[in-house]
């Protein structure tokens, strides 16, 4: 199954305006977590969120979920050109199973 | 703030080498994960220990792939006869608590690049 699809695929804004990329997933989920990775470098984990908690918040950065939809989407606001890099959804599945299963990614450009 | 680490940064080998992945998992956690990423594609989980025993593993994660931790602190994989279509990045990660949601941690990653 093609668990966490992220949507849209590359996101270009102006430093200052606020971002928006959406995962949905298929399966029933224990929680769903955010990383994000500059080119070429490692996973940076932004936030976790349980699928009993509908939202969720990290400084500039805003995590809901619908387990209704099978959605997610991170709002970074106030962008700066820092925040460039692809950011990625992981699900975790309910049942015991240990991995994350991520999705392709939305690479977001913001432009000073 | 503790980090897992991971050497090297870029191995190059010929195909049908062994290539050995170290990672140094962050100190006080249990749980130990392979995930790779070829390039422009997803990110793939390959296998999960615990207990110095694998506890799960993918489709990928076949007789070529083995997964040991010799010492308390490092965790690596090894590929015994590697194939062009292993060259990928590979991330080790580690977490604490298997059934509570806990975050996974990642590695900065290893590139295995074949030639």
């Known amino acids: ?30 929680n769903l977590q955010w990383y994000r990775q500059n080119s070429g470098r490692g996973l940076v984990h932004l936030i976790l969120i349980r699928s009993n908690e509908r939202e969720k918040h990290s400084g500039r950065l805003r995590v809901t979920l619908d ?20 950011y990625f959804c992981a699900t975790r599945k309910q049942g015991g199973s240990e991995k994350l299963v991520f999705g392709k990614g939305t690479k977001l450009t913001v432009n000073p | 703030e503790p980090e897992v680490t991971q050497t090297p940064s870029h191995q190059v080998t010929q195909m049908g080498q062994e290539v050995i992945l170290r990672c140094v998992p962050i100190s006080n ?8 990423q070829i390039l422009g ?21 076949d007789d070529q792939f083995s997964v040991e931790r010799p010492d308390g602190s490092n965790f690596t994989l090894k590929i015994r006869s590697t194939k062009l279509e292993d060259s990928a990045m590979y991330f080790c990660a580690s977490s604490t608590y298997r059934d509570r949601p806990y975050e996974q941690y990642f590695g900065p990653g290893t590139r295995l690049t074949v030639t």
């Not at chain 1, 590359?10 to 995962?23: F, K, P, V, Y």
């Not at chain 1, 997610?72 to 925040?83: C, E, F, V, Y």
């Not at chain 2, 793939?44 to 489709?59: A, C, G, P, Q």
Request: include cysteine; charged fraction near 20%; charge should be negative.
């Open chain 2, 41 to 61: 594609q997803k990110v793939e989980f390959l296998v999960s220990f615990y207990n110095n025993e694998i506890s799960e593993k993918s489709e990928i994660f």
């Open chain 1, 67 to 86: 387990t209704s939809k099978k959605s997610s989407s991170l709002l970074i606001t106030a962008s700066r050109a820092a925040d460039t890099a692809s």
């Open chain 2, 29 to 36: 956690h249990l749980y130990f994960y392979w995930y790779r």
């Open chain 1, 1 to 30: 199954s093609q668990q966490g699809e992220e949507d849209p695929q590359a996101l270009s804004i102006q430093e200052g305006e606020n971002a928006t990329m959406n995962c949905s997933y298929k399966t029933s989920i224990n």
